[in-house]
């Protein structure tokens, strides 16, 4: 039997998802496949790479291309805090032999202070012409140019934008083909795996940044992939056991004593159509929309012969339901055959039932 096609008001939820899902992996697959390759594969080269000859530290000198290690004894200029960065960060300019100058972006903590260093000679290892490593006194810094473990911010940025990726294309799928599935605008079949895939993506992310090999990484993220898999099948029958049939709130009317102004909009159509401007405002016997926050003008009564039914979640058949705040609730209502929804949070909703009266079982 053919799938339907999604109704037209969930189109836009349907596209806009899908298309950020897609250029999500696309994005990860390029990170993993071409730049986290790319570094594995400078990170292999320079592992591999052996110290230069004399007559090569010699003859290439002056060269950038060089694929062996270039130890050589350099004269530090000076050393500037780098403030564009958190933590010990600084650059390091040197003077090497000839009188060639360098740059290196180091980070660490070292026992002098960086102003102290000037006129220090050090030992600088270059690498395809440029500073690898620099050999102190007190101990050895690598530059942020050592390619040595600088594969896992491509690896995490991969593996966390692609399970990111997930959660809208998930969100997509469901509005296209499940949505009939259950009429909440926000069903846990929708939010339980968007959760999972958020939470696989920023544990991903993490395990990248800390372990040591890109498999080691790989192996830990099939095993966080498990325990979500498992962790989401788990709350999935709790929540299935746990939904009831019927999604009605129960609020008891509270009968404001004076005027109280609160966000809110009434929808329906004819008359309903406008929205009332965003704010109602509840009264011993009277509920009134207005668009000033502060309930002082352009007040329009609701019409006496409107009738709460019931408190309800939002449906995402509800009219404007894109607009609703996320803790909004629903009264279901009606006025003679035309059927209306009042819009607010349920801590207003008691005000708005006192305000129109008890709720009725609808015929």
Not at 18 to 32: E, N, P, R
Not at 58 to 76: F, G, K, Q, W, Y
Not at 293 to 306: C, E, K, M, S, Y
């Amino acid at each position: 039997m053919p799938v339907p096609p999604p109704p037209r008001r969930n189109r836009p939820s349907v596209w806009g998802p899908a298309t950020i899902g897609c250029v999500l992996l696309l994005s990860a697959a390029w990170l993993l496949l071409v730049s986290t390759r790319g570094a594995l594969h400078e990170e292999r080269d320079f592992r591999a790479a052996l110290a230069c000859t004399t007559t090569q530290t010699d003859s290439d000198s002056n060269s950038n291309s060089d694929d062996c290690l270039r130890t050589v004894t350099a004269r530090i200029d000076r050393a500037e805090r780098d403030t564009k960065h958190k933590g010990a960060s600084y650059w390091l300019y040197v003077t090497e032999p000839g009188g060639k100058k360098d740059s290196a972006w180091i980070s660490g903590h070292t026992p002098d202070s960086p102003t102290a260093w000037a006129g220090t000679h050090v030992k600088v290892t270059l690498w395809r012409g440029e500073i690898r490593y620099v050999d102190f006194p007190a101990g050895r810094l690598s530059t942020h140019a050592d390619p040595r473990g600088s594969y896992r911010p491509r690896l995490a940025a991969a593996l966390g934008i692609g399970f990111f990726g997930l959660a809208p294309l998930w969100a997509a799928y469901w509005w296209a083909r499940r949505s009939m599935v259950s009429p909440l605008r926000a069903p846990w079949q929708l939010g339980l795996p968007m959760t999972g895939a958020l939470t696989l993506a920023a544990t991903s992310a993490v395990v990248a940044l800390v372990t040591h090999g890109i498999w080691t990484a790989l192996e830990y993220v099939a095993v966080a992939a498990g325990v979500v898999l498992l962790g989401c099948a788990v709350a999935a029958l709790v929540l299935r056991r746990r939904q009831k049939a019927d999604d009605t709130i129960e609020v008891t009317p509270s009968v404001p004593t004076s005027e109280q102004c609160f966000p809110g909009s009434v929808f329906g159509e004819g008359r309903y159509s406008a929205g009332g401007g965003g704010y109602l405002i509840a009264a011993p016997g009277l509920l009134l929309t207005t668009p000033d926050p502060t309930g002082a003008f352009a007040r329009r009564p609701v019409p006496a012969t409107l009738i709460p039914v019931r408190v309800r979640p939002p449906y995402w058949t509800d009219p404007n339901c894109g607009d609703y705040a996320a803790e909004s609730v629903v009264i279901e209502c009606r006025d003679g055959e035309m059927q209306v929804v009042i819009v607010t949070k349920k801590e207003n909703v008691g005000w708005v039932l006192g305000a129109l009266g008890s709720v009725t079982t609808a015929p």
